[in-house]
Protein backbone atom coordinates (compact mmCIF):
# COMPACT_ATOMS: atom_id res chain seq x y z
CA UNK A 1 0.00 0.00 0.00
CA UNK A 2 1.22 3.61 -0.89
CA UNK A 3 1.45 6.40 1.61
CA UNK A 4 0.28 9.41 0.84
CA UNK A 5 2.23 12.55 2.73
CA UNK A 6 0.85 15.50 4.82
CA UNK A 7 1.93 18.60 4.24
CA UNK A 8 2.31 19.36 7.97
CA UNK A 9 5.89 18.70 9.63
CA UNK A 10 9.09 19.99 11.40
CA UNK A 11 12.10 18.72 11.41
CA UNK A 12 15.96 20.06 12.53
CA UNK A 13 19.54 19.34 11.58
CA UNK A 14 22.67 20.57 12.47
CA UNK A 15 26.10 20.71 10.98
CA UNK A 16 29.67 21.36 12.15
CA UNK A 17 32.78 22.11 10.46
CA UNK A 18 36.29 24.05 11.42
CA UNK A 19 35.52 26.22 13.54
CA UNK A 20 31.74 26.44 12.25
CA UNK A 21 28.02 25.62 12.25
CA UNK A 22 24.96 25.55 11.14
CA UNK A 23 21.39 24.61 12.68
CA UNK A 24 18.74 24.32 10.41
CA UNK A 25 14.68 24.40 11.60
CA UNK A 26 12.26 23.28 8.78
CA UNK A 27 8.32 24.07 9.10
CA UNK A 28 5.88 23.26 7.04
CA UNK A 29 1.93 23.81 6.64
CA UNK A 30 -1.05 22.92 3.91
CA UNK A 31 -0.54 25.72 0.91
CA UNK A 32 -2.19 25.11 -2.37
CA UNK A 33 1.11 25.90 -4.43
CA UNK A 34 5.24 25.13 -3.33
CA UNK A 35 5.92 28.70 -0.59
CA UNK A 36 9.40 29.00 0.21
CA UNK A 37 10.69 31.48 2.48
CA UNK A 38 14.18 31.35 3.91
CA UNK A 39 15.55 33.12 6.77
CA UNK A 40 19.30 32.57 6.73
CA UNK A 41 22.37 35.45 7.62
CA UNK A 42 22.79 38.15 5.12
CA UNK A 43 26.19 37.16 4.16
CA UNK A 44 24.62 33.82 2.83
CA UNK A 45 22.04 35.38 0.40
CA UNK A 46 23.35 34.02 -2.15
CA UNK A 47 22.03 30.92 -1.73
CA UNK A 48 18.38 31.11 -1.63
CA UNK A 49 18.28 29.24 -4.87
CA UNK A 50 20.77 26.08 -3.93
CA UNK A 51 18.69 25.87 -0.77
CA UNK A 52 15.18 26.04 -2.27
CA UNK A 53 16.22 23.36 -5.02
CA UNK A 54 17.00 20.72 -1.78
CA UNK A 55 13.41 21.88 -0.76
CA UNK A 56 11.45 21.48 -4.04
CA UNK A 57 13.49 18.21 -4.29
CA UNK A 58 11.42 17.05 -1.34
CA UNK A 59 8.24 19.18 -1.28
CA UNK A 60 5.85 19.82 -4.19
CA UNK A 61 3.13 21.60 -1.91
CA UNK A 62 3.02 23.53 1.30
CA UNK A 63 4.21 26.24 2.39
CA UNK A 64 7.78 25.85 3.97
CA UNK A 65 9.55 28.00 6.27
CA UNK A 66 13.05 27.42 6.55
CA UNK A 67 15.24 29.00 9.43
CA UNK A 68 19.13 28.96 9.68
CA UNK A 69 22.12 29.78 11.83
CA UNK A 70 25.36 30.29 11.67
CA UNK A 71 27.50 30.09 14.11
CA UNK A 72 31.00 31.29 13.64
CA UNK A 73 32.79 31.35 16.79
CA UNK A 74 35.84 33.30 15.40
CA UNK A 75 35.86 31.94 11.47
CA UNK A 76 36.20 34.74 9.09
CA UNK A 77 33.62 34.38 6.24
CA UNK A 78 34.19 38.31 5.20
CA UNK A 79 37.24 40.39 4.73
CA UNK A 80 37.69 43.70 4.57
CA UNK A 81 39.71 46.04 2.24
CA UNK A 82 41.20 49.63 2.48
CA UNK A 83 41.32 52.29 -0.44
CA UNK A 84 44.20 54.16 0.66
CA UNK A 85 44.28 56.45 -2.81
CA UNK A 86 40.89 57.42 -1.82
CA UNK A 87 41.49 58.09 1.81
CA UNK A 88 44.67 60.04 0.87
CA UNK A 89 42.49 62.24 -1.26
CA UNK A 90 39.88 62.38 1.29
CA UNK A 91 42.37 63.83 3.34
CA UNK A 92 43.76 66.46 1.29
CA UNK A 93 40.23 67.72 0.79
CA UNK A 94 39.85 68.05 4.59
CA UNK A 95 43.20 70.43 4.89
CA UNK A 96 42.36 72.02 2.21
CA UNK A 97 39.10 72.86 3.34
CA UNK A 98 40.17 73.59 6.86
CA UNK A 99 42.80 76.03 5.27
CA UNK A 100 40.49 77.40 3.02
CA UNK A 101 38.16 78.75 5.81
CA UNK A 102 40.79 79.49 8.30
CA UNK A 103 39.42 75.93 10.66
CA UNK A 104 42.19 74.80 13.31
CA UNK A 105 42.76 71.37 13.95
CA UNK A 106 43.69 68.35 12.06
CA UNK A 107 41.70 65.69 10.41
CA UNK A 108 41.82 62.43 12.25
CA UNK A 109 41.27 58.76 11.40
CA UNK A 110 37.62 58.87 12.64
CA UNK A 111 36.39 62.13 10.27
CA UNK A 112 38.05 60.16 7.40
CA UNK A 113 36.85 56.43 7.83
CA UNK A 114 33.30 57.88 7.76
CA UNK A 115 33.57 58.43 4.42
CA UNK A 116 31.93 56.11 2.04
CA UNK A 117 34.06 53.20 0.49
CA UNK A 118 37.29 54.07 2.46
CA UNK A 119 36.67 50.47 4.14
CA UNK A 120 34.42 47.92 2.08
CA UNK A 121 34.32 43.91 2.09
CA UNK A 122 36.49 42.02 -0.19
CA UNK A 123 34.70 40.95 -3.41
CA UNK A 124 37.05 38.73 -4.77
CA UNK A 125 37.71 34.94 -5.98
CA UNK A 126 39.27 34.06 -2.77
CA UNK A 127 35.75 35.35 -0.47
CA UNK A 128 33.73 33.31 -2.91
CA UNK A 129 36.01 30.11 -2.30
CA UNK A 130 35.68 30.77 1.33
CA UNK A 131 31.72 30.70 1.18
CA UNK A 132 31.63 27.44 -1.26
CA UNK A 133 33.81 25.89 1.25
CA UNK A 134 30.77 26.36 4.05
CA UNK A 135 28.12 25.02 1.71
CA UNK A 136 28.73 20.79 1.48
CA UNK A 137 28.33 21.53 5.91
CA UNK A 138 25.00 23.38 5.15
CA UNK A 139 23.55 21.23 2.49
CA UNK A 140 24.28 18.40 5.39
CA UNK A 141 22.16 19.97 8.34
CA UNK A 142 19.48 21.09 5.49
CA UNK A 143 19.12 17.20 4.25
CA UNK A 144 18.84 15.95 7.96
CA UNK A 145 16.22 18.57 8.61
CA UNK A 146 14.38 17.66 5.51
CA UNK A 147 14.17 13.62 6.61
CA UNK A 148 13.20 14.36 9.89
CA UNK A 149 10.22 16.53 8.61
CA UNK A 150 9.45 13.52 6.06
CA UNK A 151 9.10 11.23 8.59
CA UNK A 152 6.55 13.62 10.27
CA UNK A 153 4.56 14.10 7.45
CA UNK A 154 4.90 10.53 6.69
CA UNK A 155 3.33 9.55 9.97
CA UNK A 156 0.54 11.80 9.99
CA UNK A 157 -0.51 10.74 6.05
CA UNK A 158 -0.68 7.25 7.15
CA UNK A 159 -3.30 8.67 10.18
CA UNK A 160 -5.08 10.39 7.31
CA UNK A 161 -4.93 7.66 4.62
CA UNK A 162 -6.83 5.40 7.34
CA UNK A 163 -8.64 8.25 8.47
CA UNK A 164 -9.98 9.23 4.75
CA UNK A 165 -10.67 5.36 4.28
CA UNK A 166 -13.09 4.94 7.42
CA UNK A 167 -14.80 8.16 6.18
CA UNK A 168 -15.11 6.58 2.60
CA UNK A 169 -16.43 3.48 3.53
CA UNK A 170 -19.26 4.98 5.41
CA UNK A 171 -19.69 6.91 2.20
CA UNK A 172 -20.27 3.66 0.19
CA UNK A 173 -23.04 2.45 2.85
CA UNK A 174 -25.18 5.47 2.09
CA UNK A 175 -24.61 4.45 -2.03
CA UNK A 176 -25.72 0.88 -0.49
CA UNK A 177 -28.44 2.30 0.97
CA UNK A 178 -30.13 4.70 -1.47
CA UNK A 179 -29.11 1.90 -4.49
CA UNK A 180 -31.15 -1.16 -2.42
CA UNK A 181 -34.08 1.64 -1.94
CA UNK A 182 -34.36 2.48 -5.49
CA UNK A 183 -36.76 0.06 -6.61
CA UNK A 184 -39.32 0.72 -3.90
CA UNK A 185 -38.78 4.24 -4.41
CA UNK A 186 -39.37 3.95 -8.35
CA UNK A 187 -42.79 1.85 -7.53
CA UNK A 188 -43.60 4.72 -5.29
CA UNK A 189 -43.17 7.02 -8.06
CA UNK A 190 -45.07 5.49 -10.59
CA UNK A 191 -48.17 5.28 -8.38
CA UNK A 192 -47.94 8.45 -7.89
CA UNK A 193 -47.61 9.84 -11.02
CA UNK A 194 -50.58 7.36 -12.39
CA UNK A 195 -52.67 8.72 -9.46
CA UNK A 196 -52.10 12.19 -10.58
CA UNK A 197 -52.68 11.92 -13.92
CA UNK A 198 -55.72 9.69 -13.23
CA UNK A 199 -57.24 12.84 -11.32
CA UNK A 200 -56.20 15.28 -14.13
CA UNK A 201 -57.41 13.30 -17.22
CA UNK A 202 -60.25 12.26 -15.77
CA UNK A 203 -63.58 12.25 -17.51
CA UNK A 204 -60.49 12.28 -21.06
CA UNK A 205 -60.82 9.05 -23.23
CA UNK A 206 -56.88 8.51 -23.45
CA UNK A 207 -55.30 5.63 -24.77
CA UNK A 208 -54.06 3.66 -21.86
CA UNK A 209 -50.51 2.56 -23.97
CA UNK A 210 -49.99 6.05 -24.62
CA UNK A 211 -50.64 7.00 -20.71
CA UNK A 212 -48.44 4.15 -19.26
CA UNK A 213 -45.88 4.66 -21.92
CA UNK A 214 -46.08 8.49 -20.16
CA UNK A 215 -45.57 7.32 -16.99
CA UNK A 216 -42.58 5.21 -17.53
CA UNK A 217 -41.05 8.17 -19.32
CA UNK A 218 -41.48 9.95 -16.16
CA UNK A 219 -40.54 7.49 -13.84
CA UNK A 220 -37.18 6.99 -15.97
CA UNK A 221 -36.35 10.44 -15.26
CA UNK A 222 -36.16 9.11 -11.43
CA UNK A 223 -33.55 6.55 -12.62
CA UNK A 224 -30.30 6.96 -10.94
CA UNK A 225 -28.23 3.77 -11.76
CA UNK A 226 -26.00 5.84 -13.90
CA UNK A 227 -25.31 8.51 -10.76
CA UNK A 228 -24.64 5.24 -8.37
CA UNK A 229 -22.40 3.90 -11.13
CA UNK A 230 -20.16 6.43 -11.14
CA UNK A 231 -19.84 7.41 -7.65
CA UNK A 232 -18.97 3.64 -7.03
CA UNK A 233 -15.91 4.29 -9.92
CA UNK A 234 -14.85 7.12 -8.18
CA UNK A 235 -14.80 5.75 -4.61
CA UNK A 236 -12.67 3.03 -6.76
CA UNK A 237 -10.80 5.91 -8.12
CA UNK A 238 -10.01 7.84 -4.51
CA UNK A 239 -9.09 4.60 -2.89
CA UNK A 240 -6.39 4.28 -5.74
CA UNK A 241 -4.91 7.31 -5.56
CA UNK A 242 -4.44 6.67 -1.53
CA UNK A 243 -2.42 3.92 -2.84
CA UNK A 244 0.34 5.86 -4.85
CA UNK A 245 3.60 6.60 -3.29
CA UNK A 246 3.39 10.26 -4.67
CA UNK A 247 1.31 13.63 -4.19
CA UNK A 248 -2.16 13.14 -5.17
CA UNK A 249 -3.33 15.55 -2.83
CA UNK A 250 -4.87 17.56 -6.27
CA UNK A 251 -6.13 14.57 -7.89
CA UNK A 252 -8.27 13.42 -4.62
CA UNK A 253 -9.46 17.55 -4.56
CA UNK A 254 -10.67 17.47 -7.99
CA UNK A 255 -11.94 14.02 -7.85
CA UNK A 256 -14.05 15.19 -4.83
CA UNK A 257 -15.87 17.74 -7.02
CA UNK A 258 -17.10 14.89 -9.24
CA UNK A 259 -18.66 13.02 -6.31
CA UNK A 260 -20.79 16.43 -5.45
CA UNK A 261 -22.15 16.24 -9.18
CA UNK A 262 -22.93 13.05 -9.12
CA UNK A 263 -24.93 13.17 -5.03
CA UNK A 264 -26.32 16.73 -6.34
CA UNK A 265 -27.60 14.68 -9.43
CA UNK A 266 -29.16 12.26 -7.43
CA UNK A 267 -30.70 14.77 -4.87
CA UNK A 268 -32.42 16.37 -8.03
CA UNK A 269 -34.04 13.43 -9.41
CA UNK A 270 -35.28 11.50 -6.41
CA UNK A 271 -38.10 13.14 -4.10
CA UNK A 272 -38.18 11.26 -1.09
CA UNK A 273 -37.80 11.84 2.57
CA UNK A 274 -35.61 8.58 3.61
CA UNK A 275 -33.17 9.32 0.40
CA UNK A 276 -33.10 13.11 0.91
CA UNK A 277 -31.67 12.28 4.53
CA UNK A 278 -29.21 10.10 3.14
CA UNK A 279 -28.10 12.77 0.64
CA UNK A 280 -27.37 15.40 3.22
CA UNK A 281 -25.31 12.80 4.97
CA UNK A 282 -23.41 12.01 2.07
CA UNK A 283 -22.92 15.86 1.43
CA UNK A 284 -21.54 16.04 5.32
CA UNK A 285 -19.19 12.89 4.24
CA UNK A 286 -18.36 14.56 1.31
CA UNK A 287 -17.59 17.95 3.37
CA UNK A 288 -15.32 15.89 6.03
CA UNK A 289 -13.09 14.16 3.87
CA UNK A 290 -12.48 17.53 1.73
CA UNK A 291 -11.29 18.85 4.63
CA UNK A 292 -8.48 16.06 5.17
CA UNK A 293 -7.54 16.32 1.87
CA UNK A 294 -6.86 19.62 2.08
CA UNK A 295 -3.74 18.31 4.40
CA UNK A 296 -2.36 16.13 1.91
CA UNK A 297 0.71 16.94 -0.12
Known sequence: ??????????????????????TVEIRSVNNRYLDISIKLPRKFIGWDDKIKKEISSIHS????DVFITFNDEGFETTKLK??????????????????????SGEPDLTMVASYRDIVSPLDDEGGAEILEELWPDLRAAIIDALNECLKMRQREGELLQNDLLERLSIFQQKIDAIEQSLPLIIEIR???LQERLDKLLSG????????????????????????????RSHVEQFQGFLNLDEPVGRRLDFLLQEFLREVNTIASKINHAETAHLIVGMKNDL???????????
Open 204 to 231: IDIDPVRLAQEVAILVDKSDVNEEIVRL
Open 190 to 192: GKV
Open 1 to 22: MGKPVSMTGFGGGTASGKEISW
Open 61 to 64: RGRV
Open 287 to 297: EKIREQVQNLE
Open 82 to 103: ADLGLAKEYLRCLREVAQELSI
